[in-house]
Structures are given as C-alpha cells and as structure tokens.
C-alpha cells in the first residue's frame, strides 16, 4: 500500500512539472554591449570648466561657469581645460626686497561674478588611469615692452584639489605640495617646477580636476577703503590679496613705474611614462 501511494505521488509531481514546463516559452541569452572613445572635448558638450569652489575646504558645485579673462586652455583627451594669467595688479613702490600676492580671479556663473582663488583645471578621459604631470616654467624675470627687466620670484603655497567627476576616493587623487609648503616656480634658467601628479601605478588621475592655489578665508587683507573718494573707482592697490601667490621682488633694482611689465608662464601637462 505505501509503495502504490508513493508511485501515485511521483507521478503526480512529474505531469505537474511537465505541465509547468510546457507553458514556459523557449528562453535564450544575448548580450548588451557599449565601446568608448577617447573623451576629446569634440562631443555636443565641447569644453566646459567647472567651479573650482572658494578654495580650502570648500568645493564648487558642479556648475559650469566662464573663467577669468585673460586664461588659455588645450585640446585632445588629456588637456589643459583653463590654465589662468596670474595678475599682480597696481602696487607701492618699495626700496626693499618686498613680497607682493596676487588678486583674486573672477569669474562667471549665470548672470552673476564671484572671486574665486587662482586654479587650473584639468582633464584626462584618455580612459584607465595612465597618469600625468603639470609643470610650471618661468624664468623670473619681468620685462617691458622696450626690454626693462627686473628679477622676482613667483611662489605657490596653500595648494589644494577638488574631483569634477565625483571621485571621492582620497586615494585616486592627483598629489599636491603639502598647504604648508611654499613652491618656488620656474628658475633662473626657465626650468620647470612639478606642481601637480597623477601616479598611474596609483590609479590616480582619471577625470577632471580643478587645482586651487589659495582660499578666499585667507586673505592678505586691505589697505584701508578700496574705493577712491573722488570718483568711487577701486584701487588695486588696497584690495585683499590671496594670500597663497607672492612675488617677491629683490631690493636694488631700478623700476619705472611708467612701464608695464610681464613675464611668461609656461603650463606643461606630461603624460606619465
């Protein structure tokens, strides 16, 4: 008796399962795939530089802005997206060695201008993490248009970075000069100075970077009221200064102030070996 009922019970579990499979359509499996290309800035989106947020600790947004005037950029996959012109502005004649910071940038968001610190931004989408260096060139010297020239160092300190592409591990971001450093830039003989790495052995590098030098709650601060009293115009030469961009100009050189001087700084970007 107890086999017939275990044979009913086998049997009625198998025509179960044949009914199940007989209202099953025919399955079969294909795949989904996607290839990508070197992120050139040749897309719709073109070139687009991100906020380098207020510097320290506070970071953009994320929001799209227009960069100060005066900056220049590269192209192709690894790139320079904004590299900026360092402006002094108007500044006192001294008899001494005297260190002079650089204004704060401006830039455009909307309808609406805001300072932010000096920064570059750039961007490597050659895909993976290969790696990359900036290096900064100068010669230190300062010439006018008529071949004037004086000697002055430019240094960097106070440096930090901020990831435009939502990279929060700590460890994947390029490396800066510790804040506290100061970086000498360029040399007597106009060699380059590393300013910024991304390690490939790391995995470091990959996206866009914004690079800030400085912090607006750091400010050399003003010189008494910014705005002359007889037309209200600004006076360069009293407005807060960032801080973390000095030019230090030697005693004993002769300067004339009816001339305009510059010098050139040259922005490298290497790949890494």
């Not at 992120?39 to 687009?48: A, H, K, Q, V």
């Not at 970071?59 to 402006?87: M, Q, W």
């Not at 050139?264 to 970007?269: R, T």
Request: no cysteine; net charge neutral; proline share 4%.
């Amino acid at each position: 008796m107890k086999k017939t009922l275990l044979g009913a019970a086998t049997l009625s579990a198998l025509m179960l399962a044949i009914t199940v499979q007989s209202n099953i359509a025919k399955a079969a499996t294909t795949k989904g795939d996607i290839h990508f290309l070197e992120g050139d800035g040749s897309d719709s989106t073109g070139i687009e530089v991100s906020d380098p947020g207020k510097g320290g600790q506070h970071e953009g947004d994320g929001s799209v802005i227009k960069p100060p005037a005066g900056g220049s950029s590269t192209t192709g996959a690894l790139r320079f997206n904004y590299i900026p012109s360092i402006r002094f502005g108007q500044n006192r004649l001294s008899t001494k060695t005297q260190d002079f910071y650089a204004l704060f940038d401006e830039i455009e968001i909307g309808d609406k201008k805001e300072e932010r610190p000096t920064f570059y931004e750039v961007v490597d989408l050659r895909g993976g993490t290969k790696g990359w260096t900036v290096n900064l060139k100068n010669d230190r010297i300062f010439r006018s248009t008529d071949g004037k020239q004086f000697k002055a160092t430019l240094a960097f300190k106070d440096i930090t970075i901020q990831s435009n592409s939502s990279i929060s591990n700590a460890e994947q971001f390029p490396t800066v000069p510790k804040g506290t450093e100061e970086t000498a830039i360029g040399t007597d003989v106009g060699s380059s100075v590393k300013i910024t790495e991304a390690k490939n052995t790391e995995s470091q590098g990959y996206g866009s970077w914004s690079v800030r030098v400085g912090d607006l709650d750091k400010k050399v601060s003003s010189k008494g009221d910014v705005r002359t009293p007889k037309n209200g115009e600004v006076d360069e030469t009293k407005i807060a200064r960032n801080a973390a961009v000095k030019l230090t100009i030697p005693g004993g050189q002769i300067i004339d102030t009816s001339k305009d001087y510059s010098t050139d700084l040259v922005w490298e970007l290497v790949s890494a070996p």
